[in-house]
Nanobody, 115 residues
Framework: QVQLVESGGGLVQAGGSLRLSCAAS????????MAWYRQAPGKQRDLVAT???????NYADSVKGRFAISRDNAKNTLYLQMNSLKPEDTAVYYC?????????WGQGTQVTVSS
């Protein structure tokens, strides 16, 4: 089992920045892939950014150049630095961790960007 707890969401004006954190605990040594997803009201959950154990990252086109995913293995924490935020970035952001045969989710953290 892997437990994930997100934090760092909030209300920010367009053009501002936020940093989301995802603290992982449990059987974290089996995690080989982590990601951030987001879900806006009435829409499906979309992939935002991914990072492998080797540090390879990938981003959705909508956030490239604005968001950065990183991980601190010593702190068992995943981050999402979000810059130049836009109203369309408003959503609940979820942390995801993948182990062989299992996928774990946090409870989500709300990000609201005002225009």
């Amino acid at each position: 089992q892997v437990q994930l707890v997100e934090s760092g969401g909030g209300l920010v004006q367009a053009g501002g920045s936020l940093r989301l954190s995802c603290a992982a605990s449990g059987n974290i040594f089996s995690v080989y892939f982590m990601a951030w997803y987001r879900q806006a009201p009435g829409k499906q959950r979309d992939l935002v950014a991914t990072i492998t154990n080797g540090g390879t990252t990938n981003y959705a086109d909508s956030v490239k150049g604005r968001f950065a995913i990183s991980r601190d293995n010593a702190k068992n924490t995943l981050y999402l630095q979000m810059n130049s935020l836009k109203p369309e970035d408003t959503a609940v952001y979820y942390c995801n961790a993948v182990t062989p045969g299992m996928s774990y989710w946090g409870q989500g953290t709300q990000v609201t960007v005002s225009s």
